[in-house]
T-cell receptor
């Protein structure tokens, strides 16, 4: 398996622009997580999907952020409009159905976002 | 709620030194415990895990033992290499919870 795939790997944009990050989870995994990593705040969970349905979006910073999972093999995280404080590395991770307490998360390589 | 506390880094060692990275946790129920490693420019990847008390997880020379009495899961390696330089995250996952809890991460720097 190719693992979790994220695109783009790097994104540089100007403040106010729309940014869309993409993720393809591992085939057969039905849980998907979006994280944000910064030096100041560490690793933060933004949103969690199970079977394509958003279960917990309490970590989404504000209305500028939105996430979708139209099918089991694709998810997007959109920021509109982007701000310099959104600069971070964004990770997507997938796992098989949680609840058993032993599930490993598989992370993608991340998208490094820089908002000028 | 659940929480994970890791020692602050960076931890700086010479090659072949002994490594310990402390991790303690608080959790409701009986969590599974994990160590993830993040190499520069990459995503996190599972290093080892333990699912019940007294279990020892091991991988690539790293070990950690699930200590319920001290609520700890310290990571150890007998002889580190330069290639072990990375950020290490301790995490827990409680059955019935859908979301894992990660620590802040500990940076390890190994010098030749």
């Amino acid at each position: 398996d190719a693992g979790v795939i994220q695109s783009p790997r790097h994104e540089v944009t100007e403040m106010g622009q729309e940014v869309t990050l993409r993720c393809k989870p591992i085939s057969g995994h039905n849980s998907l997580f979006w994280y944000r990593q910064t030096m100041m705040r560490g690793l933060e969970l933004l949103i969690y999907f199970n079977n394509n349905v958003p279960i917990d979006d309490s970590g989404m910073p504000e209305d500028r952020f939105s996430a979708k999972m139209p099918n089991a093999s694709f998810s997007t995280l959109k920021i509109q409009p982007s701000e310099p404080r959104d600069s971070a590395v964004y990770f997507c991770a997938s796992s098989s159905d949680p609840g058993g307490g032993t599930d490993t998360q598989y992370f993608g390589p991340g998208t490094r976002l820089t908002v000028l | 709620g659940d929480s994970v506390t890791q020692m602050e880094g960076p931890v700086t060692l010479s090659e072949e030194a002994f490594l310990t990275i402390n991790c303690t946790y608080t959790a409701t129920g009986y969590p599974s415990l994990f160590w993830y490693v993040q190499y520069p420019g990459e995503g996190l990847q599972l290093l080892l895990k333990a699912t019940k008390a007294d279990d020892k997880g091991s991988n690539k020379g790293f070990e950690a033992t699930y200590r319920k009495e001290t609520t700890s899961f310290h990571l150890e390696k007998g002889s580190v290499q330069v290639s072990d330089s990375a950020v290490y995250f301790c995490a827990l996952f409680t059955g019935g919870s859908y979301i894992p809890t990660f620590g802040r991460g500990t940076s390890l720097i190994v010098h030749p």
